[in-house]
């Protein structure tokens, strides 16, 4: 994993492109934020407080956001991490638009999540625009 830190430390970046060592602390944070909150929705939906439909975006929300690390790092594709990416910000907008009308504070939770998101998916776009 080491050789594709060195890859990406490598590559274009905007001036505007927040410093490695910021990213740790950020989604640790973050990933504190999901684990409650997400944690929340799919217990209320094993206990059949809301439908399984509801949690479905909170779930691709995961799938999508974990496989970001393997797609950017391991195969080393600006292109597909810049898809996944999308795919990252649009379920969560999703989870949390379908979420808000059960439980509120659960969107309201998500907000640091979409916040840095699509600040990292304008980044993302970016980096894969300067090294096309």
Do not use: C, E
């Not at 905007?14 to 504190?32: D, E, N, Q, R």
């Amino acid at each position: 994993m080491n050789n594709a830190y060195t890859w990406y430390s490598q590559l274009l970046k905007p001036s505007w492109a927040p410093p490695s060592w910021l990213f740790g602390p950020v989604w640790t944070f973050l990933y504190i934020l999901i684990f409650i909150s997400f944690g929340k929705v799919l217990m209320m939906a094993w206990q059949k407080q809301i439908s399984w439909m509801i949690a479905l975006p909170f779930i691709l929300n995961i799938i999508f956001n974990v496989i970001f690390t393997p797609i950017q790092f391991g195969l080393r594709n600006n292109y597909l991490a810049a898809i996944d990416i999308l795919l990252v910000v649009g379920t969560l907008i999703w989870a949390m638009i379908v979420i808000y009308p059960h439980v509120k504070w659960i969107t309201y939770m998500q907000i640091p999540y979409l916040l840095w998101g699509t600040f990292a998916t304008v980044l993302q776009f970016t980096v894969t625009y300067l090294n096309k």
